[in-house]
């Protein structure tokens, strides 16, 4: 048995937002302030306070510094965090969400992963937001993350390298891949560290899952809306040996065409499937057709059949549950001859024991190289067995 942590990112999320719904689920203060004592960092002080945000009662966090802190280059903060005596978990994690920051301004300004120089996010409150979180999950004993998909808000920002839009460049490049959510708000919701922890450590972005909640704690923003700024994070059992059950639906289709088909799947897992499929049969008077299925939550069940029988031209769908084992998902950038490659780790009991490389990066990899797609897959899995070790 161990703790799964679900963050409902509503309002968005930023790095002391997350620390303090973590403070509020239940991690020991104490723990995670000696611990970041513990690092070469500039005098500070951390104050957890209870907020009240639009009648929801939160955590907000405060840094004091004694001394004007400095950036820091990505480098430096790579060999601060494996120098450090942090467990090894949380050495791990924090190293995760520094490289996809690092690797998202270093495309945004031209340069090699070590020479980035974090501004924002390499100031000293965000060095303590992204460890502090790490300690508190630690503390926590979480071993998976979910999120909600994830809003950015809109209008400008003044950031360093003078006014974006939002969100900003750094924002925007971690959060491809990951579902948005619209919320039309004159504001950032989402920062740069916010988006890389939902990015390095998230297994799976979507609705709620079909989950059972064993605790909830609340952390909030500075800033004050006309809703709760507030990120809830929401702390589930999971349990290893027992596979997840989940619904098959499916029906017979021979009258709709291609395009109307395609459309659907798209619709389809907008909605929150967790996957759909089409498969070529045969149906009597030997007429070529179509099998549809779509997989689901047991939860969710009777709303996709409601939602198959709306969108389709079927007269009924057939369903029924069935049992799934999954390993549990990670990333993790690794640097390689072709430039950083992001690999896909499956795990379980916290053992890796598959390891593969992105399709994307490789064939960007192959298109600036100009080597055929299989050379470079072959060369950048030969070197992810040298980086990783499986089990």
């Known amino acids: 048995m161990t703790n799964g942590l679900y963050l409902d990112c509503h309002a968005g999320i930023a790095g002391d937002m997350l620390l303090s719904s973590l403070i509020d689920?239940?991690?020991?203060?104490?723990?995670?302030?000696?611990?970041?004592?513990?690092?070469?960092?500039?005098?500070?002080?951390?104050?957890?306070?209870?907020?009240?945000?639009?009648?929801?009662?939160?955590?907000?966090?405060?840094?004091?510094?004694?001394?004007?802190?400095?950036?820091?280059?990505?480098?430096?903060?790579?060999?601060l965090i494996n120098e450090s005596t942090l467990p090894k978990n949380v050495k791990a994690r924090s190293t995760q969400i520094f490289d996809v920051i690092a690797q998202a301004e270093a495309k945004i300004h031209?340069?090699?992963?070590?020479?980035?120089?974090?501004?924002?996010?390499?100031?000293?409150?965000?060095?303590?937001?992204?460890?502090?979180?790490?300690l508190a999950l630690e503390y926590l004993d979480i071993s998976e993350i979910q999120a909600s998909p994830v809003p950015t808000g809109n209008g400008k920002i003044k950031i360093a390298h003078g006014i974006y839009p939002i969100p900003a460049p750094a924002t925007a490049e971690i959060l491809k891949d990951i579902p948005?959510?619209?919320?039309?708000?004159?504001?950032?919701?989402?920062?740069?560290?916010?988006?890389?922890?939902?990015?390095?450590?998230?297994?799976?972005?979507?609705?709620?899952?079909?989950?059972?909640?064993?605790?909830?704690?609340?952390?909030?923003?500075?800033?004050?809306?006309?809703?709760?700024?507030?990120?809830?994070?929401?702390?589930?059992?999971?349990?290893?040996?027992?596979?997840?059950?989940?619904?098959?639906?499916?029906?017979?289709?021979?009258?709709?065409?291609?395009?109307?088909?395609?459309?659907?799947?798209?619709?389809?897992?907008?909605?929150?499937?967790?996957?759909?499929?089409?498969?070529?049969?045969?149906?009597?008077?030997?007429?070529?057709?179509?099998?549809?299925?779509?997989?689901?939550?047991?939860?969710?069940?009777?709303?996709?059949?409601?939602?198959?029988?709306?969108?389709?031209?079927?007269?009924?769908?057939?369903?029924?549950?069935v049992n799934r084992q999954i390993l549990h998902r990670q990333f993790q950038t690794i640097h390689t001859t072709y430039g950083a490659i992001l690999v896909k780790l499956a795990m379980k009991d916290n053992k890796i024991i598959k390891a593969k490389p992105e399709f994307e990066d490789v064939k960007n990899a192959a298109l600036q190289s100009g080597q055929p797609f299989t050379n470079v897959y072959n060369d950048i899995q030969h070197e992810v067995r040298k980086h990783i070790q499986l089990d």
Do not use: W
Request: glycine share 6%; hydrophobic share 40%.
């Open 25 to 79: 689920l239940g991690a020991d203060v104490d723990y995670v302030r000696q611990h970041l004592l513990s690092l070469p960092l500039d005098q500070f002080n951390l104050k957890f306070t209870k907020e009240n945000k639009q009648g929801i009662q939160a955590t907000g966090l405060t840094i004091d510094f004694e001394e004007a802190h400095h950036h820091r280059k990505a480098s430096d903060i790579f060999k």
């Open 180 to 321: 948005l959510a619209p919320f039309d708000v004159q504001s950032e919701l989402t920062t740069p560290t916010g988006a890389a922890f939902i990015k390095a450590l998230a297994t799976h972005i979507g609705p709620l899952p079909a989950i059972t909640m064993s605790n909830i704690g609340y952390g909030c923003g500075t800033k004050d809306f006309e809703f709760p700024n507030v990120i809830r994070a929401i702390q589930y059992t999971v349990t290893e040996a027992t596979p997840n059950q989940v619904q098959v639906l499916e029906c017979q289709i021979d009258d709709m065409t291609p395009e109307i088909l395609g459309y659907f799947i798209e619709q389809v897992i907008s909605e929150g499937a967790l996957d759909a499929f089409y498969t070529p049969i045969t149906m009597k008077k030997s007429r070529p057709a179509t099998q549809l299925t779509v997989i689901s939550s047991v939860a969710q069940a009777k709303h996709f059949e409601n939602f198959i029988l709306k969108h389709t031209t079927s007269l009924g769908v057939r369903s029924y549950a």
């Open 110 to 134: 031209g340069m090699h992963v070590n020479d980035v120089h974090f501004h924002e996010v390499g100031a000293m409150d965000s060095i303590i937001d992204i460890i502090g979180s790490c």
